[in-house]
């Protein structure tokens, strides 16, 4: 059982800065990629950055050069700073990992998500 935990939401003013947290727990062998999404209100659930195993990263075209996603492998945490924040970031955030519960090359890769915090950017 892979539980992921998430922090660091909540309400902010246009131009401030947040950072989400997203921490794995449980059997664990290793994690690929990591990701951070989010979902407003009647849209669609949409990526807003990953980090793969190798730390090659790839962002949302309206989030880039404004967040950040870094990965600690080491405490199996993946992190989003978010800066200059808009009011059309407002949105439920979630994480999701891709985790192999045991050794070898061919086991089954899992994936997890977040329970989801909420960011809201007041104009």
């Known amino acids: 059982q892979v539980q992921l935990v998430e922090s660091g939401g909540g309400l902010v003013q246009a131009g401030g800065s947040l950072r989400l947290s997203c921490a794995a727990s449980?059997?664990?062998?290793?994690?690929?990629?990591m990701g951070w999404y989010r979902q407003a209100p009647g849209k669609q659930r949409e990526l807003v950055a990953q980090?793969?195993?190798?730390?090659?990263?790839n962002y949302e075209d309206s989030v880039k050069g404004r967040f950040t996603i870094s990965r600690d492998n080491a405490k199996n945490t993946v992190n989003l700073q978010m800066n200059s924040l808009k009011p059309e970031d407002t949105a439920v955030y979630y994480c999701?990992?891709?985790?192999?519960?045991?050794?070898?090359?061919?086991?089954?890769?899992?994936?997890?998500w977040g329970q989801g915090t909420q960011v809201t950017v007041s104009s």
């Open positions: 980090i793969t195993s190798g730390d090659s990263t």
């Open positions: 999701k990992m891709l985790v192999r519960i045991s050794p070898g090359i061919s086991s089954r890769v899992y994936q997890y």
């Open positions: 449980g059997s664990i062998f290793s994690i690929g990629a």
